[in-house]
């Protein structure tokens, strides 16, 4: 296959893919569009199928052009590797890791995984995207994310999960809150008389809770829609109402005291799962396949305490919150 294809004109069309046009792709190789076009149909006719068709104002690949732009993605991935074997053979010094997150994740990364690595490998770069359970399964199975860390990823061969946990949807509300005043755990129905916020249908949390919704034959209405994690602490944090999410979504508030967490009753809520995902069969780099070695056994260590060495402490907090409710 090496020897019929000329490796301009791949990255020509790698690039065309990339840019979803050929107008876009003869802009980022600085060339003229007619030229980009040419060396496609060449392509192609060294190929002897077509691997592009136009779909609106762009193009998008054929079945063809998916096969070729996963052995390039293949032969890239396993070239990198080779590099950064060589490069680092007695120790990671340098070398770039892609990591992709639903953004719940990010505070915790940022407080644990990450800044340990980026702090004991200063050399290393990480680019760190945020993007959806969709979007986050498509850049790592299409390999260019080389980490990707969601809820409840869909069963995809493609995917290997290296450690996963329980992950219960709760509702955020301020100690002052009704629904913190019932003392036990609540039922979608519970959060009806109440404005609340939620996340975009195109999550895994959501998704989780419109089953819920159905399970239970209720429908909750939602003041604001978002797909920001944070937008929803500050919702709660304002007093507009109560937040739907997974506890390490809701860990930057976890230290405000007027924040409490309540359990959900609804089984469904329950049976969520954290994943740490790469590419099945992938070849990682040295550097990123230590960066999943870390964020793997930090999670484990995470998940052993949200199952209950701090429990008591949290109930604390909660008990100390009622009281200063009552006592104003």
Same mark, same amino acid.
């Given at each position: 296959m090496d020897d019929k294809l000329d490796t301009r004109r791949v990255r020509y069309f790698m690039q065309v893919l990339d840019s979803g046009s050929v107008r876009g792709a003869a802009d980022v190789l600085d060339m003229d569009p007619s030229a980009v076009s040419r060396a496609i149909g060449i392509l192609e006719q060294e190929c002897g199928v077509p691997l592009l068709e136009r779909h609106g104002r762009g193009v998008v690949p054929t079945d063809a052009g998916e096969m070729l732009a996963g052995y390039v993605r293949r032969q890239n991935s396993q070239k990198q590797h080779l590099m950064a074997q060589m490069d680092s053979i007695r120790k990671i010094e340098r070398g770039h890791i892609d990591v992709v997150a639903g953004e719940g994740y990010v505070d915790w990364l940022m407080r644990h995984s990450l800044r340990d690595f980026m702090t004991t490998h200063p050399k290393i770069t990480i680019d760190l995207d945020v993007a959806s359970t969709d979007e986050i399964v498509q850049r790592v199975v299409e390999e260019r994310a080389h980490i990707g860390m969601l809820f409840q990823p869909p069963k995809d061969d493609r995917l290997t999960s290296h450690q996963?946990?329980?992950?219960? %949807?709760?509702?955020?509300?301020?100690?002052? =809150?009704?629904?913190?005043?019932?003392?036990? $755990?609540?039922?979608?129905?519970?959060?009806?008389?109440?404005?609340?916020?939620?996340?975009? /249908?195109?999550?895994?949390? #959501?998704? =989780? %809770?419109?089953?819920?919704?159905? *399970?239970?034959?209720?429908r909750l209405p939602s003041l604001l829609t978002t797909t920001s994690f944070s937008a929803l602490?500050?919702?709660?944090?304002?007093?507009?109402?109560?937040?739907?999410?997974?506890? +390490?979504? !809701?860990? $930057?508030?976890?230290?405000?005291?007027?924040?409490?967490?309540? $359990? @959900?009753?609804? $089984?469904?809520?329950?049976?969520?799962?954290?994943? +740490?995902?790469? /590419?099945?069969?992938? @070849?990682? *780099?040295?550097?990123?396949?230590?960066?999943?070695?870390?964020?793997?056994?930090? @999670? #484990?260590?995470?998940?052993? !305490?949200?199952?209950?060495?701090?429990?008591?402490? /949290?109930?604390?907090?909660?008990?100390?919150?009622?009281?200063?409710?009552?006592?104003?």
């Open positions: 996963s946990h329980s992950q219960p %949807i709760q509702a955020l509300v301020l100690a002052t =809150h009704p629904l913190a005043q019932l003392g036990r $755990p609540l039922k979608l129905a519970d959060l009806l008389p109440y404005p609340g916020a939620t996340l975009h /249908r195109n999550f895994g949390v #959501r998704q =989780h %809770i419109e089953a819920a919704e159905v *399970s239970e034959g209720v602490g500050h919702f709660v944090s304002a007093g507009l109402g109560y937040a739907l999410g997974t506890r +390490i979504s !809701l860990t $930057p508030n976890a230290t405000n005291p007027e924040l409490v967490e309540l $359990p @959900m009753k609804n $089984p469904l809520l329950s049976q969520g799962r954290s994943h +740490i995902v790469s /590419r099945h069969g992938r @070849m990682l *780099s040295p550097a990123a396949a230590e960066l999943l070695r870390c964020v793997v056994a930090d @999670m #484990r260590r995470y998940a052993d !305490l949200a199952a209950g060495k701090d429990k008591p402490e /949290r109930a604390e907090k909660r008990a100390a919150s009622r009281a200063r409710s009552t006592a104003a």
